[in-house]
């Protein structure tokens, strides 16, 4: 049976990214970020794609809540009509159809009720994985530049070395390949340059949400 995604989001996301580093300075360490990264990134898109089931089916369900009080309240009216010309075999006729209404509607609202839940539920799960995967990037970004300047502190004072600067700059490009490679998509630039200014870009969106929560709760209060 293959895993759920409540199971497979709950592995990942309580996964210690301690153990990923250490893999990491073992002998494979471009293997281990591959494997990694794309477990993540299949999450999230197998994730989002159940998303997009869940959200249809709301839809449909809603669509058909809709035709189905609409033919209810139609019967109403036509119930009133045969009633009047004493057609009490079609009155009858209409009521069964809205007792056969009556019963369904129940179910319909219950799926919609679930969808949105689970619509919920899926939204949360994604933001999680999102968030394990802006961890696990920042720590092996951290990772493979404290390397670099390792290998520069044990450079023989006889040969010209690099300086710590350039090394983790090939470093993080070195991650940015692979992440690029791993997840099919043009990675994040990890260069010290434009990294310092993503954190700093990223840094500031999560405080406007933080900002924004604060609202919301001294509104609450008011």
Same mark, same amino acid.
């Given at each position: ?15 210690? #990214? ?39 089916? =709301? ?73 394990? =995967? ?9 990772? #493979? ?21 350039? =090394? ?41 949400? #933080? ?12």
């Amino acid at each position: 049976m293959s895993e759920s995604i409540t199971r497979r989001v709950a592995r990942l996301v309580s996964g210690s #990214v301690n153990a990923l580093v250490d893999a990491v300075e073992s002998s494979a360490p471009e293997a281990v970020m591959e494997q990694a990264i794309r477990e993540l990134d299949a999450a999230i898109a197998d994730t989002r794609a159940e998303l997009g089931q869940q959200v249809a089916q =709301k839809h449909l369900a809603s669509k058909k809540l809709m035709e189905e009080n609409s033919r209810y309240e139609l019967l109403a009216g036509q119930l009133e009509v045969a009633v009047a010309n004493g057609r009490d075999d079609l009155a009858e006729a209409g009521i069964a159809q809205q007792m056969d209404i009556e019963a369904r509607i129940p179910v319909l609202e219950a799926s919609i009720s679930d969808c949105a839940n689970r619509e919920k539920e899926l939204e949360g799960f994604i933001q999680a994985l999102q968030a394990k =995967k802006r961890e696990m990037k920042a720590e092996l970004t951290a990772f #493979v530049q404290s390397q670099a300047a390792r290998n520069t502190a044990t450079v023989s004072s006889g040969k010209h070395a690099d300086n710590a600067t350039d =090394k983790a700059e090939r470093a993080s490009d070195a991650f940015g390949r692979v992440l690029e490679k791993a997840s099919g998509i043009a990675g994040r630039d990890t260069g010290l340059g434009n990294a310092g200014k993503l954190a700093e870009l990223e840094e500031l969106a999560r405080k406007n949400r #933080v900002a924004e929560r604060l609202a919301a709760l001294k509104a609450g209060k008011s």
